[in-house]
Nanobody
Framework: QVQLVEAGGGLVQAGESLRLSCVASGMRFSIATMGWYRQAPGKQRELVAR???????TYADSVKGRFTISRDNAKNMVYLQMNSLKPEDTAVYYC?????????WGQGTQVTVSS
């Protein structure tokens, strides 16, 4: 059974950095597309960043130049380095694994950015 566990959220001030991590189990991690999504109160869940099995990356326009997604296949982990955080980045961040055409989600980790 595929399981994803996120870590690294917290409360920071605007301009600071955080690194989120997500560890996957129950899957052949190296062939999965991994992503980070976020959901702010009253808003729909949105893509933040995605990285494919061949390390192709996609970013939301709102985070380009500030966030970096990476993966470590040896550790079954995906990371989201978030720099220059803004109050509008406040949300619950979810890890996604797209594996054999199915989507699997982590439980989410809260990121709060104060102004």
């Amino acid at each position: 059974q595929v399981q994803l566990v996120e870590a690294g959220g917290g409360l920071v001030q605007a301009g600071e950095s955080l690194r989120l991590s997500c560890v996957a189990s129950g899957m052949r991690f190296s062939i999965a597309t991994m992503g980070w999504y976020r959901q702010a109160p009253g808003k729909q869940r949105e893509l933040v960043a995605r990285i494919t099995d061949v390390y192709s990356t996609t970013y939301a326009d709102s985070v380009k130049g500030r966030f970096t997604i990476s993966r470590d296949n040896a550790k079954n982990m995906v990371y989201l380095q978030m720099n220059s955080l803004k109050p509008e980045d406040t949300a619950v961040y979810y890890c996604l694994a797209r594996y054999y055409l199915k989507d699997y989600w982590g439980q989410g980790t809260q990121v709060t950015v104060s102004s």
